[in-house]
Each structure stands twice: as C-alpha cells, then as structure tokens.
C-alpha cells in the first residue's frame, strides 16, 4: 500500500525555470546596527510601581540605567519618585533636576521639581519653578492650585486665593475648594468659608469630607439644625465616618445626653483609638454624670495624647477644682495659662485655687488679670468682689461690685445673655453686704430649669475658643471658694454664669495644616498630618 506521502510526491509535476529578476541579482545590503532601545523596560518599571514592589522596581530601574548609560528619562523619572516615598527629598530632587535637564519642554518634570522643593520647605523657589512649567502648559489646573497652596504658607492669601481661583476656573477639583475654605479659616472669616464649602458641596454632594467640614462649621457658629442636617448625610454616605459621629456626639452632649454622646464615642474609639478629642469629650460625659474619678482617667489619657492642648487642661483644672483637690487644680490651669495666656476665665479659675490655698495676694493678681483680659464677664468681678470683701477691702469690693453692675447692664441691653438664678441670689446678698443692695440692676432670675442648658451667644470672635467644662463644673468649682471664705450673713459667695459652649471637643476645620485629605480635623484638635496639599501629580493617584 502506497503511503499518502509517496503517493503525492510521485504526483508532482516538474517545475518550469523563470528567469532571475535584475533587482535579485543585486547584491544584498548589510543589516543596519542595532541600538539599544532606551524605553524598552519601561514597562516593566512601571508595572513594579504600581503594584509596589518598589525593591524589583529599582533593580529593573539600575539594570536599565547600566544599558542606556544614565539617559533613560523615565527610569530616573520612578527612581526619584520612589527615593520621595522612602523620604529621600533631596535625593528625588537632583533625579528630577536631572529628568528636566533630559527633557526641558515637559512641564511634568517641572512640576516635580517644584514639589520636592515645596516639600523641602522652599516655597518661594517652587513658586519659581512652577511658573516655568505653566509656560509650558497654561491649561493646568494643578499647577495653579499648587502655587496657591505655596502662597498659603508664605501668609500670602491674597495670591493664594487669586491662584486657587484660576485653578477652579481651569478645572473644579474638590481639593481646591478645600484650600480655599482653610484661607478663608486661616483669615477667621466663617461667613466666607461657608459659601466656599456650601459651592463644593453642590459641586461634590456626596463627597463626605466635605459635608462633615460644613456640618462642623455649622456646628461651630451653633446652627444645631443645619449642623444636623450636614453631619447627618456625611453618615448616610459613610457611616465610619468617626469625624461627623465625633461631632454628633459632641452636640448630644452639649444638651447633656451623655448615655447616647458615650455610644457614639464608643463607635468613634473604634476607628481613632488614640484621639485626644475623643478622650476628652468621654471624660466630660463622666464629669456630667459625676464620676469625676474616671473623667480625671480619661482626660489625663487625652493630656498625654496632646499635652499642649490647653483645653484639655483646661477641663483638668475643672474637675480638680470640683474635687476640691487645688494643688492640682493649680498645676494644670497654670499649665494651661502658659499656653493660653490671653483668657481671662482661665485667671479666675487661678484665683479661685489660690484662695482655697490660701494664697490671697497671688490670688489678687489674678483676679485683676482676669478683669483685665475679660471686662464683659460678671463672673470675674463678683469672685473678686468676695476676696476683696473677706479680706476687709470694702472699697475695692465696692468698685468691683459696680464694675460687675457695668458688665451686667451691657450684656442685659445686648440680650446675649441670661443670669443664673444662683449667681443673682448671691450677687444680691453681697449688695445687701455692702449696702447698695438698691441699686441691683438684675434681671428676674430665670424659673425654666432648662435655661441653664442654653449656651451663650455665638457672637464673640471666633478666634477666641471657648473652652470645655459644664457651667454646672464653673459653678461648683466657684462655690467651692465661697465655702472656703464662709462670707457673714448677708454676704454671698461666687456663682455662675449660664452655661458657656460647654462639655465637648467639638471638632472643627482645621487649619494649621493643609493636608488635602484631611479637610477638617476634630475641633480644638492639631493637625496629625504633615502631607502639605499640593495636588497630585500625574504619575500619582
């Protein structure tokens, strides 16, 4: 049987010869010499970015470099990035000088450069460099919004809002309208900020960041309902979101929920286990709820976590006073006048420890501080009054007694202000004391127990932050030295105020630092971050 394969090749036919054409006659040309291909692992250094495998990355990177002799633009370009996230600044600076040097029409190299000398702290010098990248590129928003940021540290805010301007007229990002609500903070402008954040919030309705930065300025002005309503979709669209549940738990807390504000707090402790407002808003629900043992626990966690938060000492003083423990009452409003020295609320709580140490003379002084530095608050003078009057001083007790009236008057006339019931009935045995009793120019003491939960105006400037602590804690803490003193019959001891913006850490924009991803951070609170907002670049995210 014949195979298939014999069988065809016994089939073929002979072929008929052609002649050669004249160009195969020709003869052949030698194979031009290759070069090396400069680009030819690029993708491969860029696939080990981006999953970071930054080790294989820069062993891809030094091969490629050997075999191009340094000239491989992009292989420098990732190099530098890399030597940027391991915290090489200066390094990834020359990489980039170097990939600009290679390539001097890409404004992407220039912007790089600019960012490393911006992260060196070098505004004025990336300012420089940036304007020569938009000469290459006039239509990039990014370059705009950074320069801005550059001017921000520079306390330029007039450039830097004319920059973050044109970077929103090029391309709306929601990171520029951050920058330009933190300028508007940074100038204690609230009203102005507002309207920037209310635009970005149509612009980014469900942008969270956002939401919870309007609800906390809100929130802060004391528009409970709008504050509400804003913090309430931030947790609609994020219910993690532990920055809107911090600030929810902080207004229930105002109005003396402390059970529902600690189950919020318990949510938040989760998420942010080491943060200072956190600790200090459950140290104050226990003061509210008079376990004042665990609220000295809890505040002394938050000291330790910021020990340079004067509310936090602040809130110390407080609880100590109230505990009638003044020696540390002592240390901690000392410590916290070191560094808040321009409030005089602070001066009276001094003077209130001092006299329960028996220390009248410094006690004085503070007193006379504390009139000086807050010459609308009643409080301040009635305390003094009753030093000045225990230590026989009835001309001086007098005077301070008038100065009082004067506060009363101008706060009365102004409506921003109601009167405890306690602080009239003492201000009025001490009148009785001193004679003039007649001539009390007291409102009618106020008979709603629940006025005594109203918080104050919302008129004093905003770069005067009221500190934490119930008024329920000043008030004690102030009868706590009249005990001490025992006035004669007739004579009253100190009392309170309304309650000022009372127990919590509310958080709040902050403005220290202008990170783009942390748009606000909890009231009274430093920024944690030291990413400095410049947008991100093009290899980046």
Not at 90 to 116: G, M
Not at 278 to 295: D, R, T
Not at 424 to 432: F, T
């Amino acid at each position: 049987m014949t195979k298939p394969g014999n069988f065809e090749r016994h089939c073929l036919l002979p072929r008929t010869p052609f002649p050669a054409s004249a160009e195969s006659q020709k003869p052949r040309l030698k194979k031009a010499q290759e070069f090396p291909i400069l680009e030819k692992q690029n993708w491969l250094i860029h696939l080990h970015y981006i999953r970071k495998d930054y080790e294989a990355c820069k062993a891809v990177i030094k091969e490629q470099l050997q075999e191009t002799q340094g000239l491989c633009e992009y292989a420098i370009y990732v190099q530098a990035l890399i030597l940027r996230l391991e915290g090489n600044i200066q390094e990834s600076l020359e990489l980039f000088q170097t990939c600009a040097v290679l390539s001097p029409q890409c404004a992407d190299n220039l912007k790089q450069v600019a960012r490393s000398l911006f992260l060196l702290g070098k505004h004025k010098a990336a300012i420089e460099v940036y304007n020569e990248a938009a000469k290459l590129n006039q239509k990039d928003w990014e370059i705009c919004h950074n320069v801005g940021v550059c001017y921000i540290y520079l306390k330029q805010f007039s450039k830097a809002q004319d920059q973050l301007h044109n970077a929103l007229h090029l391309n709306r990002h929601d990171l520029t309208y951050i920058m330009l609500g933190k300028i508007h903070l940074l100038e204690g402008d609230l009203d102005k900020a507002i309207e920037i954040y209310k635009k970005a919030v149509e612009f980014s309705p469900e942008n969270t960041e956002l939401l919870t930065t309007l609800g906390l300025l809100y929130l802060q002005l004391g528009i409970y309902q709008k504050a509400f309503e804003h913090l309430g979709n931030a947790l609609t669209y994020d219910p993690t979101n532990y920055k809107a549940i911090l600030a929810a738990g902080s207004m229930m807390q105002t109005h003396g929920d402390f059970d529902v504000a600690l189950t919020k707090y318990r949510v938040v402790a989760c998420a942010v286990p080491e943060s200072p407002p956190l600790w200090n808003n459950i140290g104050m629900c226990f003061f509210g709820k008079k376990k004042y043992v665990a609220a000295i626990s809890c505040l002394k966690r938050a000291n330790y976590l910021a020990p340079f938060d004067w509310k936090i000492l602040y809130n110390l003083g407080l609880v100590h006073l109230t505990m009638q423990q003044y020696a540390s009452a002592f240390h901690f409003l000392s410590a916290a006048i070191s560094l808040q020295p321009k409030m005089g609320e602070l001066y009276m709580l001094l003077a209130v420890a001092l006299t329960n140490l028996e220390d009248p003379e410094n006690a004085k002084r503070a007193y006379a501080e504390a009139a000086r530095l807050d010459k609308c608050q009643p409080l301040v003078n009635l305390n003094y009054a009753v030093l000045l009057y225990k230590q026989g001083e009835k001309e001086g007790a007098l005077a301070q007694y008038q100065e009082m009236e004067r506060s009363v008057r101008l706060l009365r006339d102004s409506g921003s202000l109601e009167f405890d019931s306690e602080m009239v009935e003492m201000a009025q045995k001490l009148g009785a004391a001193l004679q003039v009793g007649d001539a009390l120019v007291w409102t009618k003491p106020v008979k709603d127990a629940k006025s005594k939960h109203r918080t104050t105006s919302t008129g004093k400037a905003a770069g005067v932050q009221q500190p934490l602590g119930s008024n329920q804690a000043l008030g004690q803490a102030m009868s706590s030295a009249a005990a001490h003193r025992k006035l004669p019959p007739g004579a009253g001891g100190t009392s309170q105020l309304t309650r000022p913006p009372s127990l919590p850490l509310e958080p709040e924009p902050a403005v220290e630092a202008l990170h783009p991803a942390e748009a606000s951070a909890p009231r009274r609170e430093k920024r944690e971050e030291d990413d400095p907002g410049v947008g991100v670049s093009s290899v980046r995210m």
